[in-house]
């Protein structure tokens, strides 16, 4: 599995972004997906999720602000992400976890967010 990220970038606190991850493999539908994010000195945490079936999963910090999106046809997961606050300030991750139990991760994406 190979994920490629895109969008991010820097919003002022209250703002909106987007990111993207694009991926390949044929058995892309059956793969959890999911959003990360990390700070400097800061495990890597996990915001959100969404199975094949469309079950997802969100972190109390980003619920009611953040949705998480795929489309299976594309093999395509994205983050819309409202309301922004300086403390969403991080690089995010996409990653899809195989059936098998595999963990592929995307190269990261900034966003900023400024007070």
């Known amino acids: 599995v190979q994920l490629v990220e895109s969008g991010g970038g820097v919003v002022q606190a209250g703002g909106s972004l987007r990111v993207s991850c694009a991926g390949s493999?044929?058995?892309?539908?059956?793969?959890?997906m999911g959003w990360y994010r990390q700070t400097p000195g800061k495990q890597r945490e996990l915001v959100t999720s969404?199975?094949?079936?469309?079950?997802?999963n969100y972190a109390d910090s980003v619920k009611g602000r953040f949705t998480i999106s795929r489309d299976n046809n594309k093999t395509t997961v994205s983050l819309q992400m409202n309301s922004l606050k300086p403390e969403d300030t991080a690089v995010y991750f996409c990653?899809?976890?195989?059936?098998?139990?595999?963990?592929?991760w995307g190269q990261g994406a900034q966003v900023t967010v400024s007070s």
């Open positions: 990653a899809a976890v195989t059936p098998n139990g595999l963990t592929f």
């Open positions: 493999g044929s058995i892309w539908s059956r793969n959890v």
């Open positions: 969404v199975t094949g079936s469309g079950t997802t």
